[in-house]
Every structure is written in structure tokens, then in C-alpha cells.
């Protein structure tokens, strides 16, 4: 079975700190996609980033910056310098990629507070 | 449509009555998702549609649930007798069903907030 466990609830830093939320995740399959999300405020879920499982390699987008470690099942996103923006509500979600459409199961989210 | 739509964004009702919620999603998405978001809570997944089809309805709470989807468009889901345990964000997300870059990307809507008094 599916399952993504986000253990941190809740993190808080100050403002420039960089900040690292852990994902880790279960599946029987050997092709799976990886996913974050980000839910600011407003409530909105946005799309950050997919990963497909054959792939380990990191990947950087400005300040952000994902590490994808199979052997560890872990897939861990990584803020540099945060910004108050930042703020928001972050989930990790796995998808097992059989043909056609699949569900994403997601972890319970981790609460990023940036503090100025 | 640009994004995915989400009617009605809040909804109030009494306990027992019947709701229905909808979901226009973007155009061109055969792959249709709704989750429940509990207040402070992860994702919880409900049903997904493949076309007017549902292969994993797995996620309905209980035979009060119910949801269909017509023309590979328009969904809507359902829920009978509400009750305060119901209140929740229901999220509807669409995505490409198969191919590209896009795959199983879910682009979500605003949602719609559901309190059961």
C-alpha cells in the first residue's frame, strides 16, 4: 500500500534561514512519481515539482531544491535563505504510475512558518 | 475552462439535509479527483474519475457519498443526510490522464468549504 509520512508538523525559522522538510515515503512498486505541493494562506494547493522514480538526480528551481534518495525512500525539500513568502503549508505525495490515471496519497503536511 | 472551478465556494447546512457540490475542470483533462481537507488536516482522497468512469472510488466515507461525473466534463459529488463530522474543504483537481509531462500533475481548484451545523 501507498503511504507518505511527513513527520515534522510544524517548523518555525527566522527569515534567510534555509530550511529542509522531510518527506518519506512506502510503496511496492518500482515506477512511482513523487510530488510537492504548497498551500499558502489562501488555501490554494500549487504544484512544485514531480519526480519520477527512475530519476534520482537533485533538482534546483532558484531557492528551492529537492534531494531524492531511493535507497532511503526519501524525498526531501530544501529552502534556501527563506522568505516570509514562504509561509504556507507544504505536502508530499506519491502516485504509482500504472497506465492512465492514478490517485496521489499525501502525507499530512508540514506548516512552514518564516518569521521576519 | 483556465483553471479548475469549484460551486458552491461555502456552503451552509443543516444537518441532514442533502448538498451537492461541483466541479468544472480545465478543459481537455479526462482525469477527474476529489479530496477532503478536515481543518488543520492532510488530503484525504475521495474518488477519481477516468472519463464518466470511477476506477477507485475506494476513499468515500460511507454510502452517504456519492459522486458522477457527465461528458468527461462537469462532477459532481453528492453527500446524503450530512453530518457534522461532513464539515470539511472538498478540493476537486484535474489532470492529464496519460503521456507528457503532465501526467498526474493535479492542478486543483479553491475548493468548497462545507459546514454542517
Known amino acids: 500500500a501507498q503511504k507518505v509520512t511527513q513527520a515534522q508538523t510544524e517548523i518555525s525559522v527566522v527569515e534567510k534561514e534555509d530550511v529542509t522538510l522531510d518527506c518519506v515515503y512506502e510503496?511496492?512498486?518500482?515506477?512511482?512519481?513523487l510530488f510537492w505541493y504548497k498551500q499558502p494562506p489562501s488555501g490554494e494547493l500549487v504544484f512544485l515539482i514531480r519526480r519520477n522514480s527512475f530519476d534520482e538526480q537533485n533538482e534546483i528551481s532558484g531557492r528551492y531544491s529537492w534531494n531524492f534518495q531511493k535507497s532511503t525512500s526519501s524525498f526531501n525539500f530544501t529552502i534556501t535563505a527563506s522568505q516570509v513568502v514562504d509561509s504556507a503549508v507544504y505536502f508530499c505525495?506519491?502516485?504509482?504510475?500504472?497506465?492512465?490515471?492514478?490517485?496521489?496519497?499525501f502525507g499530512q503536511g508540514t506548516r512552514l512558518t518564516i518569521n521576519p | 475552462g483556465a483553471g479548475v472551478s469549484q460551486s458552491p465556494s461555502n456552503k451552509v447546512t443543516e444537518k441532514g439535509k442533502d448538498v451537492e457540490l461541483r466541479c468544472d475542470p480545465i478543459?481537455?483533462?479526462?482525469?477527474l479527483y476529489w479530496y477532503r481537507q478536515s481543518l488543520g488536516q492532510g488530503l484525504e482522497f475521495l474518488i477519481y474519475f477516468q472519463g464518466n468512469s470511477a476506477p477507485d472510488k475506494s476513499g468515500l466515507p460511507s454510502d452517504r457519498f456519492s459522486a458522477e461525473r457527465t461528458g468527461g466534463s462537469v462532477s459532481t459529488l453528492t453527500i446524503q443526510r450530512t453530518q457534522q463530522e461532513d464539515s470539511a474543504v472538498y478540493l476537486c483537481?484535474?489532470?492529464?490522464?496519460?503521456?507528457?509531462?503532465?501526467?498526474?500533475?493535479?492542478?486543483f481548484g479553491a475548493g468548497s468549504r462545507l459546514t454542517v451545523l
Open positions: 510503496t511496492r512498486d518500482t515506477t512511482y512519481y
Open positions: 483537481a484535474s489532470s492529464l490522464a496519460s503521456g507528457g509531462a503532465g501526467a498526474n500533475v493535479l492542478t
Open positions: 478543459s481537455g483533462h479526462t482525469a
Open positions: 505525495a506519491l502516485s504509482e504510475a500504472e497506465q492512465g490515471a492514478q490517485k496521489l496519497v
